[in-house]
């Protein structure tokens, strides 16, 4: 049987900026992408950490090495400037899941995998 489970998650990213004007999406630095093993045009879900708000959407490349995370489009509604959020993708499998987390710093540039015992504390 197969299920939707967890693929990736990028923690405490924070959004860079926010534009109404585009049309959807959101735009994340390449470098993370690769690291989070996502793809362009991949649906993610974006959690706000500051706010509660949770939201789905696709994956577009910022410039690599950028540290670029913006909410496009109406999603800028709902998650502003500055505000700290998690980026969730899941896959199907017919296995077990192992997760990819990867932290990032106040630019969003990558610092390391962390571990899922590490969330057990």
Not at 28 to 40: F, H, K, W, Y
Not at 62 to 77: F, L
Request: include cysteine.
């Amino acid at each position: 049987m197969k299920r939707l489970l967890l693929k990736s998650m990028i923690l405490k990213a924070r959004i860079t900026q926010a534009d109404l004007r585009y049309v959807g999406s959101i735009t994340i630095d390449e470098d993370l992408i690769d690291r989070a093993n996502l793809s362009e045009h991949e649906n993610v879900h974006v959690i706000d950490r500051t706010n509660g708000k949770r939201l789905e959407t696709y994956v577009i490349k910022g410039d690599r090495g950028s540290g670029v995370i913006c909410m496009n489009g109406a999603a800028a509604h709902l998650i502003n400037k500055d505000d700290e959020v998690d980026i969730m993708a899941f896959s199907w499998s017919t296995g077990e899941a192992d997760p990819v987390f990867i932290e990032v710093d106040g630019d969003n540039h990558y610092t390391k995998v962390v571990r899922m015992d590490e969330f057990r504390g």
